[in-house]
């Protein structure tokens, strides 16, 4: 049981940030480059080293919960899925975010790429899927309640 109560909490924490960043979508979508690059160099320093290893910590404890649910095939069949959404949660941001990061860091206001707008898509696009996982898996814990031995 202390096993499930900490992955929810974690499982929580992993929902927060691609939240944060889906609410703040709209706007952000509006700003002009360099105000979005000061936003994005700035505001969002020191996310990663914090966010990222929260949601690598509900991937071990998916799988933590899977390996003792396993006589429940409800239960490991729920977690399976939660492993699966954690999981692609870490490729979208290889696959969306991380390249973008990589881009922007090279960037000055007065220096920006013509298809600035493009990296912003895809960076949005990238937390807007983590956020759709991150809830699907930590609603998916919720509603899970296990035989553990």
């Given amino acids: 049981m202390i096993l499930r109560n900490v992955s929810l909490v974690f499982a929580f924490l992993a929902t927060t940030a691609p939240l944060a960043h889906v609410l703040e979508m709209a706007s952000k979508l509006t700003l002009p480059g360099p105000l979005w690059l000061g936003i994005q160099q700035n505001l969002y320093r020191g996310w990663g080293a914090v966010f990222g290893p929260v949601e690598i910590i509900c991937l071990i404890l998916a799988f933590a919960l899977f ?5 429940d095939r409800q239960a490991s069949n729920i977690y399976l899925a939660v492993i699966v959404c954690y999981a692609a949660m870490l490729a979208s941001f290889f696959l969306f975010n991380d390249p973008v990061n990589e881009a922007l860091n090279r960037w000055t206001p007065t220096m920006m790429p013509a298809n600035w707008p493009d990296y912003r898509l895809r960076w949005e696009i990238g937390h807007a899927i ?8 930590f609603v998916l814990q919720l509603r899970t309640r296990p035989k553990l031995p």
């Fill in 130 to 137: 983590t956020a759709v996982l991150a809830v699907i898996a």
């Fill in 67 to 71: 390996a003792r649910a396993r006589p």
